[in-house]
């Protein structure tokens, strides 16, 4: 009998169990194979390691609940990480490494959004913002803002306008090039923005799992106050109650929209973290009986009310945008790092204290952006470490590849702060972030209810909650989600168009070879899967069930 931390692998049948069961021991009661891995020091503190961004509403209940619960019990079942969870089934040991990839590339990218947060925060602390006029060094002469002379710029290039707020964001911020040809050099101020939330990460994790608890206190709850403030401000401007009438309208005809359902499944596997090992890796730190479905039903809650909640804040500012502009809230602001970095700090500009609920604004971005990120990092983190359990069993070698990841990905988030950076950041973000992860979790549905067995894994699931679950895994997770997430993949490919970035001065088209380069990094995740298995069968040695 091979012994592993958390569950046993049986050789031989017995009892009411096949052959080739795990045999599950609660490691509170036998005491095998658990020391030296940490606990969460509180239940609360694992609700609250989890990524609180802004999904939709739709595919919650279909996809979201389900995987969050599947991953999260895995994790606690194995009592391992995002990789080593996937030992469940040998052969698919792939799975975990595809989930692990995709997220070293969010790592890599999603703190280029935390360093140019940074930014914005550092400029807010004036006594006007400086994106509210022009005449700074940065600005054109096409530059126009509510003190301008407009009719100083000739007729004939009336329709090269720009906006201080769009100015700054593409030549203060960025200094954006042309296209992806044109990296150019590195943008110093950036560079320190982003070593600094690399710093601050560190700092949130090195001490390992207890610690970051704590710190999850202040991440995930300061930012339901700071919203409250914002909420309260944005819903008395003027427009206000026109955006939030928008918001609460129904628009039937948006559900034949295949483009609305792959966005909207999308956002809800990158707000719930799914297919990425996180939810796994942190389940790991479970105890064997803790409640994964009153977490699962809490943070759907939370995560839920946050949505609604910043949807709220948004259209409200969005309605006053449209009302002061004159024009429909749905041409206002486009969505991605414009609706943050252009369209909200446009509107803070025109409120009285403008650098107070800038600074407000900002610091709410920062605190939702850390808790996701550094929760990331843990996650990928506790995924390799649990590769070579000899070797970063104790803290220090622990810390040094915290160290090691956090440099390794701040390297690869350097070309992302380039003059061109902010292309490479849109190739990972619209190839590696979005489509890949719904079959991903198609597959990871697949291992567990076809191949491991839908009933099979509801004994475990039994055992560890003290619930009968009957056939809800097998409805659930061979029946509903894997279809699902299929046909959100597939909807995606569909509707997949040409990628371009909307300068203000025009649109960009990414050339042929770096749309090749995109696909390319998104199938390396999963070509995990096939490459393991075709690896396990090779190197096996027996029939293909003992592989």
Request: hydrophobic fraction near 50%.
């Amino acid at each position: 009998m091979t012994v592993k931390r958390g569950i046993e692998i049986e050789s031989e049948s017995g009892g009411d169990l096949a052959e080739g069961e795990l045999v599950i021991s609660d490691p509170q009661d036998s005491g095998v194979g658990v020391e030296g891995r940490g606990k969460w020091k509180r239940n609360i503190d694992f609700l609250f390691a989890c990524a609180f961004l802004i999904p939709y509403f739709v595919s919650v209940f279909v996809t979201g609940i389900p995987m969050f619960f599947l991953e999260v019990s895995i994790g606690q079942l194995m009592s391992r990480g995002g990789i080593e969870a996937w030992e469940i089934i040998p052969l698919f040991k792939g799975v975990g490494y595809a989930g692990t990839f995709i997220l070293f590339c969010l790592n890599s990218y999603y703190n280029v959004i935390l360093a140019w947060i940074f930014f914005y925060l550092f400029a807010s602390m004036q006594r006007s913002v400086p994106w509210s006029n022009c005449g700074n060094f940065w600005n054109t002469k096409f530059c126009v803002d509510a003190n301008s002379n407009a009719s100083s710029i000739a007729d004939s290039n009336i329709s090269l306008k720009t906006d201080p707020v769009n100015e700054y964001w593409e030549r203060r911020v960025l200094g954006i090039s042309a296209g992806i040809d044109e990296i150019g050099t590195v943008r110093w101020e950036l560079a320190l923005c982003l070593l600094l939330a690399w710093v601050t990460v560190f700092l949130c994790i090195f001490r390992g799992i207890r610690a970051s608890g704590k710190v999850l206190y202040i991440t995930a709850t300061a930012p339901f106050v700071l919203m409250a403030v914002l909420l309260g401000r944005t819903a008395t401007l003027e427009g206000a109650k026109k955006g939030i009438l928008y918001y609460m309208e129904p628009k039937w005809e948006a559900l034949a929209s295949f483009e609305v359902w792959s966005d909207a499944g999308t956002q809800i596997f990158f707000s719930y973290s799914i297919s990425l090992g996180t939810l796994t890796a942190l389940g790991g730190f479970n105890d064997f009986h803790h409640s994964t479905v009153r977490d699962t039903v809490v943070f759907a809650t939370l995560n839920t009310f946050t949505s609604f909640l910043a949807g709220c804040i948004i259209f409200c500012t969005l309605g006053f945008m449209s009302e002061t502009s004159g024009v429909p809230i749905e041409d206002v602001a486009e969505s991605g790092p414009g609706l943050a970095f252009v369209a909200y700090p446009k509107a803070l500009s025109t409120m009285p204290l403008s650098p107070l609920w800038s600074v407000l604004f900002f610091a709410m971005l920062f605190l939702l952006g850390l808790d996701s990120q550094f929760v990331g990092v843990e996650g990928l983190v506790s995924s390799v470490a649990d590769l070579f359990p000899e070797v970063f069993s104790s803290r220090r070698p622990r810390v040094l590849l915290t160290i090691f990841s956090s440099i390794v990905c701040f390297f690869v988030g350097l070309l992302m702060v380039t003059n061109g950076g902010v292309y490479i950041f849109q190739l990972f973000d619209y190839y590696v972030g979005s489509r890949i992860i719904l079959l991903v979790a198609m597959f990871e549905c697949i291992v567990i209810g076809f191949v491991f067995g839908a009933q099979r894994f509801g004994k475990y699931l039994n055992r560890m909650y003290n619930m009968r679950f009957s056939y809800f895994p097998s409805i659930i997770y061979c029946g509903v989600v894997p279809w699902f997430s299929l046909a959100l993949f597939v909807f995606s490919v569909i509707v997949y168009g040409k990628l371009t970035y909307k300068h203000s001065y025009g649109v960009y088209n990414f050339p042929h070879y770096s749309v090749v380069l995109g696909w390319l990094l998104a199938s390396c995740s999963v070509a995990c899967i096939p490459t393991v298995a075709f690896y396990r069968l090779f190197k096996a040695k027996g029939s293909l069930c003992q592989v």
